[in-house]
Structures are given as C-alpha cells and as structure tokens.
C-alpha cells in the first residue's frame, strides 16, 4: 500500500529564516506531486505541484520555490519566510493520470508558524 | 478558469437531523471527490464519483454527482457528533490539467 510522509510535522521560524519542508511517498512509482497550503480557518491554496523529476508547475508567485530531486520526493523550500508564509503545508500525491486529475491523498502536514 | 463553490460555509446541526451540502462547479467535468478534515488535521478521502448519476454511500454520508448541473450534493441522514469537521468537494478539470479545484469547504458542526 501506498504512504506518504511530511517532516517535520511542526516548525516554528523567525521571520527571514530560510525553510525546507520534505515530503516523500512509499509504494507507487512516478506519482504526481502536490504542495498545498492552508491558512487558519481557510481552504486549500495549491502552491506547486510535479508530474515528473525536475518538472514543476508554480501556481502562487510567491517567496517559495519547489523541488523533485527523485521520483517520490518533493521539498518545499523558502530562502527567506515572512510572516505571512504561516500555515498548514500538505503535501499530496496522486497516480498519472494523463488528461485529467486523479484522486490525491493527503500527508499528514507540517503546521509552520514564523514569528 | 474552473470555479467550485460550496454552501453552506458553516453548518451547525442538532443530533439526528438531515442535511445537505452543495458543489457547484462552473465548467464541464467528470469527476469530482468529497475530502473530510478534521480540526488540526489532514484531509482524508470520503468519496470519489466518476460519471454522472453517480451515488455513494457510506455511513450516514450519502455524495451525488449531477454532472449536466455541475452538482455534486452531500446528504448527511441522522447527523451524530462524530461528523463534526471541514467537508471540502474537488473537482477536475478535465483534460486540461492534473490539478483538482478545492471549494471552499463546509464547517459542520453537530451538538446534541
């Protein structure tokens, strides 16, 4: 069976700090990639995602970047947070589709607080 | 660009009542998935519909999908405590990208 893991699960970083949030998936090969974030109380904002190594597709023009160094590793990184980088980060995978989104699962998250 | 919207937002419900959530989705698809999140937590898979007329059960969840409506309808039948959560529908674009469109998510809060 497939599963997903994020790490850490909670991070709390000054403002400016840099971040590296790891996700990676057991049990199934060249999965789509998702990066997520949700703010308090709000709904989901797709932030990057992958449909191969080294392919990302960026949603939100932010401060953050993506990568997918292996098949089933996807890293969310920041060289500077800033306040508003707070939130809920998860992280999801889904099987290839090809024409189409395919159901995604969910990794625990990783719930990051700059201060 | 696909839209998906929920409602209602909130949703606070006695023990034992009925009620319904609503998906509306702007632009043709075919597929559309039902996700829970509880309070701090992930989201967990309820229901995934694939054609239209589709119906799930599970419990006292009951997910359709109207594809020619673009409404997908989450029918909660003697609501209990244990249902209390964030209920979001996604929807898929069809063709076009391997990204699913997240409403906005139903906050239903069940008291005795």
């Known amino acids: 069976s497939q599963t997903i893991h994020q790490w850490p699960a909670t991070l709390v970083q000054p403002v400016g700090s840099p971040l590296s949030l790891e996700c990676t998936v057991e049990?199934?090969?060249?999965?789509?990639l998702y990066w997520y974030r949700q703010a308090a109380g709000r709904g989901l904002q797709l932030l990057f995602y992958?449909?191969?190594?080294?392919?990302i597709s960026s949603e939100v023009p932010q401060n953050l970047s993506a990568s997918r160094p292996q098949d089933r590793q996807f890293i969310l990184s920041s060289k500077k947070l800033l306040l508003s980088d707070s939130g809920f980060y998860l992280c999801?995978?889904?099987?290839?589709?090809?024409?189409?989104?395919?159901?995604?699962?969910f990794g625990p998250g990783t719930r990051l607080t700059v201060l | 660009e696909l839209k998906v919207e929920q409602n209602p937002l909130f949703l606070s419900m006695q023990e034992g009542k009925n009620y319904t959530i609503y998906c509306n989705y702007s632009?043709?698809?075919?597929?559309l998935y039902w996700y829970r999140q509880d309070p701090g937590k992930s989201l967990e898979s309820l229901f995934v519909?694939?054609?239209?007329?589709a119906v799930k059960q599970e419990g006292r969840l009951m997910a359709s999908l109207d594809t020619k409506a673009r409404l997908s309808t989450l029918h909660i039948t003697a609501a209990v405590h244990d249902l209390s959560a964030t209920y979001f529908c996604?929807?898929?674009?069809?063709?076009?990208?391997?990204?699913?469109?997240f409403g906005t998510g139903t906050r239903l809060q069940v008291f005795p």
């Open positions: 999801a995978w889904s099987r290839a589709r090809g024409g189409g989104a395919d159901e995604q699962f």
């Open positions: 049990g199934t090969s060249n999965p789509n």
């Open positions: 992958s449909v191969g190594i080294g392919q």
């Open positions: 632009t043709t698809s075919d597929r």
């Open positions: 519909l694939l054609s239209n007329g």
């Open positions: 996604a929807v898929d674009q069809m063709y076009n990208t391997d990204k699913l469109i």
